[in-house]
């Protein structure tokens, strides 16, 4: 198996393309993971994650109208083009016979993952909007404030509104016409959020959270990377692996594994991430070489 | 194969969780997607994709400092969820006479994409920080305004901020102590990013972005969804697949295909998404049943 990451055109100028390493082993899974694609008006485009956000249309919905477009704080671009290429790999894999050339698009991998805003526009004639942190279809959906910090509560259904007011203690807005139905109150969202974060903001969001699923009220409180991470729901589910003493750190070091388990295992990682080229004398020296080759390759720049 | 959706412990209650259909076919690949996985404190927490995506710090790190914490415009924590569960059903295809129970949970499917935003954490100490459409690490690198709206321009090295700045007619920068090196920009973005759209917003986005990737300055227009679905680059592709005459829609729809091709096709979408209950009959008829089986079962609300 070979994954790349190369402008397209760069393996076959170096010699290594997919139709010269495929006649020499026909069994080859060629995987290239590229900004746009081997082919197609941008593929020679240098490709960074937030150029592929920007071209992908996830900008233009992230954000409400007067901060969007935004991108997303983390390189989705990249690591959906990876889980994308992961995917498609164990795919060939089940017909390892055949081999397989596959070519991951980074665009075409992030707008596969963008459901409702492509299917609403392609299916329905619906155009993408920014809607900040509110549920459009319903209310009260979105992020409220709270004494400590935001919200977010899901109260999509009618029986879901009912529980969450009468737990809020505020009954009354059940009698009020402007919350009657779901259209009254989406009709009315701003002034339902605000009748609600006057209670909300008299307790910390969690625990607000912790009261209000039981009732059937989706609630999660908005958490940062560090507090998640440290939950027990994350640290006791072994999803962060611990590598002692790492060469090129000189210590331990943590990193995430895969978001699922496999008959109660988490699938584990092999290695903690290498130093630039650690295991090249090694693959050299079964690949034949001897020392004095090695030492005349890397002379020569070869390695 | 069996995939579900249901909060943990549905299926146990309803007679078909993982034990029972295993002991019935020992090679069942059975795949739970949860919000938060099968166990754990959050387990039994109903999940919706905003309340995945404040958990897991998505939120925390999208916008800047006024703006955050904003969530991603599209449900992905819906669609990595369900892009980590092809992958791991692909892998557990590979043993077949083995079988899995696969578990994903939303939310670490979610925090394995988040890359440099949680290994700075967990390796580097560093916590998070919202950087809005700026590139911390480097400068001039973000979301900067053109004639007819932004552009993404990532000049992270010396050659590519030398290349902008005489393309834009704007050498003079170059010779300016506030922009000489990297850290002199970063420290002076934000007159680096005002002297840059005295120029940029004289023509439109795509058509810098057309000049400035041949210079090497990666550089791409902040597409709208609709724009980048009708763009040669994804249409030409074989990206969308077009169905005749879809039962329950009652005309020809389109919907996105998988972000990768094989061996130079894309992989097709075997059917447009089915009216509810559309499959029903035919595999009850398989099972063995006969119609008056299927009308009596139909009678007792079992189908």
Same mark, same amino acid.
């Given at each position: 198996?070979?994954?790349?990451?190369?402008?397209?055109?760069?393996?076959?100028?170096?010699?290594?393309?997919?139709?010269?390493?495929?006649?020499?082993?026909?069994?080859?899974?060629?995987?290239?993971?590229?900004?746009?694609?081997?082919?197609?008006?941008?593929?020679?485009?240098?490709?960074?994650?937030?150029?592929?956000?920007?071209?992908?249309?996830?900008?233009?919905?992230?954000?409400?109208?007067?901060?969007?477009?935004?991108?997303?704080?983390?390189?989705?671009?990249? +690591? $959906?083009?990876?889980?994308?290429? !992961?995917?498609?790999?164990?795919? &060939? *894999? %089940?017909?390892?016979?055949?081999? /397989?050339?596959?070519?991951?698009?980074?665009?075409?991998?992030?707008?596969?993952?963008?459901?409702?805003?492509?299917?609403?526009?392609?299916?329905?004639?619906?155009?993408?909007?920014?809607?900040?942190?509110?549920?459009?279809?319903?209310?009260?959906?979105?992020?409220?404030?709270?004494?400590?910090?935001?919200?977010?509560?899901?109260?999509?259904?009618?029986?879901?509104?009912?529980?969450?007011?009468?737990?809020?203690?505020?009954?009354?807005?059940?009698?009020?016409?402007?919350?009657?139905?779901?259209?009254?109150?989406?009709?009315?969202?701003?002034?339902?959020?605000?009748?609600?974060? +006057? $209670?909300?903001?008299?307790?910390? !969001?969690?625990?607000?959270?912790? &009261? *209000? %699923?039981?009732?059937?009220?989706? /609630?999660?409180?908005?958490?940062?990377?560090?507090?998640?991470?440290?939950?027990?729901?994350?640290?006791?589910?072994?999803?962060?692996?611990?590598?002692?003493?790492?060469?090129?750190?000189?210590?331990?070091?943590?990193?995430?594994?895969?978001?699922?388990?496999?008959?109660?295992?988490?699938?584990?990682?092999?290695?903690?991430?290498?130093?630039?080229?650690?295991?090249?004398?090694?693959?050299?020296?079964?690949?034949?070489?001897?020392?004095?080759?090695?030492?005349?390759?890397?002379?020569?720049?070869?390695?």
């Amino acid at each position: 198996m070979l994954v790349e990451n190369f402008r397209p055109g760069v393996m076959d100028r170096l010699g290594l393309g997919p139709d010269v390493l495929r006649a020499d082993n026909p069994r080859l899974i060629y995987c290239a993971i590229s900004g746009f694609g081997q082919d197609g008006p941008l593929a020679d485009r240098p490709a960074h994650d937030q150029i592929v956000q920007g071209l992908s249309g996830v900008m233009s919905v992230t954000g409400d109208a007067t901060s969007a477009p935004l991108r997303v704080g983390y390189p989705m671009a990249d +690591t $959906v083009g990876g889980l994308t290429a !992961a995917m498609m790999i164990c795919a &060939a *894999l %089940n017909a390892p016979e055949r081999g /397989a050339v596959i070519d991951v698009s980074m665009l075409d991998s992030v707008l596969a993952t963008m459901g409702w805003v492509v299917s609403n526009h392609l299916i329905g004639g619906v155009a993408p909007q920014t809607n900040g942190n509110e549920t459009p279809t319903s209310a009260p959906s979105g992020t409220l404030q709270c004494a400590d910090g935001p919200i977010n509560i899901a109260a999509n259904k009618d029986d879901q509104w009912e529980a969450l007011a009468r737990h809020l203690g505020r009954a009354d807005l059940l009698a009020d016409p402007a919350f009657a139905t779901r259209e009254d109150r989406k009709a009315n969202r701003l002034r339902l959020r605000a009748e609600l974060e +006057t $209670v909300l903001t008299t307790r910390p !969001a969690e625990e607000w959270a912790r &009261a *209000l %699923n039981p009732l059937g009220v989706p /609630a999660g409180a908005v958490m940062t990377v560090p507090e998640i991470l440290a939950h027990p729901q994350v640290a006791g589910r072994d999803f962060i692996a611990w590598f002692e003493d790492v060469p090129g750190v000189g210590r331990g070091i943590e990193v995430v594994r895969v978001g699922a388990m496999v008959d109660g295992r988490r699938p584990s990682v092999a290695a903690p991430p290498p130093e630039l080229g650690q295991d090249g004398d090694a693959i050299l020296k079964a690949l034949g070489y001897d020392a004095d080759d090695i030492a005349q390759m890397r002379k020569e720049g070869v390695t």
